[in-house]
């Protein structure tokens, strides 16, 4: 069965700090997403991320995909309180039930 | 350009009752998904319709079911419910199926189920 495991699951970082969340997932997918959730609210699309190398960047916030290790990784630079959110990566299972499988979250916290 | 609207965005009903969400799709966007969030079993994907078929499905039962219309709007039911399907129902729409296609979420339902 396909594991999508993130850590850490709770991040408290200070502004102004770099820092990584990570995303493993456990079988062969070419197709991950990042999502990020204030509380309260729906989901906001972040990045879509549709093969092995590709690297999307947006503001404070870089993502990565490296799918022979099975491994996508979200990089915060220079931590701003507005980057508080929950993160979510999310897996393509396609070719076994053709579903999306989700992280269990990051809960990012940065303190001023 | 609307986004995706849901309906109702609160919902209170009782054990054994169905309910019915509803959502509409951002203008041009003919997939539409639906998940399921609880705080115990996080986010989980229900089921994709595009053009009027369902496409994906997740492992949810049959008590789960959904369609969509012409005008790709789209609609989820639940039958017989049970006080575990308490949870924020979030739809997305893209332009076309997933997973190639960027998702956009509704704000959601939340069900509670008493």
């Known amino acids: 069965e396909l594991k999508v495991e993130q850590n850490p699951l709770f991040l408290s970082m200070q502004e102004g700090k770099n820092y990584t969340i990570y995303c493993n997932y456990s079988?062969?997918?070419?197709?991950l997403y990042w999502y990020r959730q204030d509380p309260g609210k729906s989901l906001e699309s972040l990045f879509v991320l549709l093969s092995n190398g590709a690297v999307k960047q947006e503001g404070r916030l870089m993502a990565s995909l490296d799918t022979k290790a099975r491994l996508s990784t979200l990089h915060i630079t220079a931590a701003v309180h507005d980057l508080s959110a929950t993160y979510f990566c999310a897996v393509d299972m396609k070719g076994l039930n053709n579903d999306m499988r989700f992280g269990a979250g990051t809960r990012l916290t940065v303190k001023p | 350009k609307a986004g995706v609207t849901q309906t109702p965005r609160y919902l209170i009903k009782t054990r054994g009752q169905q309910v019915t969400l509803s959502c509409s799709p951002i203008s041009g966007h003919r997939s539409v998904s639906w998940y399921q969030q609880t705080p115990g079993q996080g986010l989980q994907f229900l089921f994709e319709?595009?053009?009027?078929?369902?496409?994906n499905k997740g492992n949810f039962p049959g008590r789960f079911s959904g369609r969509q219309f012409s005008n790709s709007r789209s609609e989820m039911n639940v039958s017989t419910l049970e006080l575990g399907d308490s949870a924020l129902y979030l739809c997305?729409?893209?332009?076309?199926?997933?997973?190639?296609?960027?998702?956009?979420f509704g704000p959601g339902t939340r069900l509670t189920v008493l």
């Open positions: 319709y595009f053009s009027e078929t369902q496409r």
């Open positions: 079988t062969t997918s070419d197709r």
């Open positions: 997305a729409s893209s332009l076309g199926t997933m997973p190639t296609n960027e998702q956009f």
